[in-house]
């Protein structure tokens, strides 16, 4: 699954940069975590995958002065989605859009504190839109991920063969 997560930040990394939307991205190595959550109901695992994405994420793709932002998104977000996971109220379109608000809310605050800019702020209700919007698309993600291949990769994430 980490594999996974990095494989989708590669595919993302690729993505052209568009100067008025930069360092906003869809999040898709997300989806392996939220998949891991869901399929594993294990935190732990999830979480290791969440570490792994975000250091060698960063290393190899985005450079180490992004990591406060990467890391303090990440760990928001997964607190969130595990909080929310863990109700089972919420369906995976609803936690990912959840976490994706909250990771961006998490990274203006490091932009915030890293700038000592409180006028960054104001970013916020954008960027947390958008953490909404590709939250969203996310989990609709994780929906049909689930559907297809949901047993199968439960299976396998069990250890158990065919």
Same mark, same amino acid.
Do not use: W
């Given at each position: 699954? %980490?594999?996974? %997560?990095?494989?989708?930040?590669?595919?993302?990394?690729? *993505?052209? *940069? *568009?100067p008025p939307l930069a360092g906003i991205k869809l999040g898709l190595a997300n989806i392996a975590v939220l998949l891991a959550l869901r399929i594993t109901d294990s935190p732990k695992l999830a979480f290791g995958i969440t570490m792994t994405k975000v250091m060698l994420g960063t290393l190899l793709f985005a450079g180490m002065g992004t990591l406060p932002y990467s890391l303090s998104g990440a760990v928001a977000s997964f607190a969130v989605m595990t909080r929310l996971k863990r109700h089972n109220v919420f369906s995976a379109v609803g936690v990912s859009a959840a976490g994706g608000a909250v990771h961006m809310a998490a990274q203006v605050m490091v932009a915030v504190l890293m700038t000592a800019t409180a006028e960054v702020a104001m970013l916020l209700p954008l960027l947390c839109t958008v953490g909404v919007l590709t939250g969203i698309g996310n989990g609709l993600m994780v929906n049909v991920i689930e559907c297809h291949i949901g047993v199968h990769l439960q299976r396998y994430l069990a250890g158990n063969t065919y």
């Amino acid at each position: 699954m %980490a594999t996974l %997560a990095l494989l989708l930040g590669y595919m993302e990394h690729l *993505v052209p *940069v *568009v100067p008025p939307l930069a360092g906003i991205k869809l999040g898709l190595a997300n989806i392996a975590v939220l998949l891991a959550l869901r399929i594993t109901d294990s935190p732990k695992l999830a979480f290791g995958i969440t570490m792994t994405k975000v250091m060698l994420g960063t290393l190899l793709f985005a450079g180490m002065g992004t990591l406060p932002y990467s890391l303090s998104g990440a760990v928001a977000s997964f607190a969130v989605m595990t909080r929310l996971k863990r109700h089972n109220v919420f369906s995976a379109v609803g936690v990912s859009a959840a976490g994706g608000a909250v990771h961006m809310a998490a990274q203006v605050m490091v932009a915030v504190l890293m700038t000592a800019t409180a006028e960054v702020a104001m970013l916020l209700p954008l960027l947390c839109t958008v953490g909404v919007l590709t939250g969203i698309g996310n989990g609709l993600m994780v929906n049909v991920i689930e559907c297809h291949i949901g047993v199968h990769l439960q299976r396998y994430l069990a250890g158990n063969t065919y």
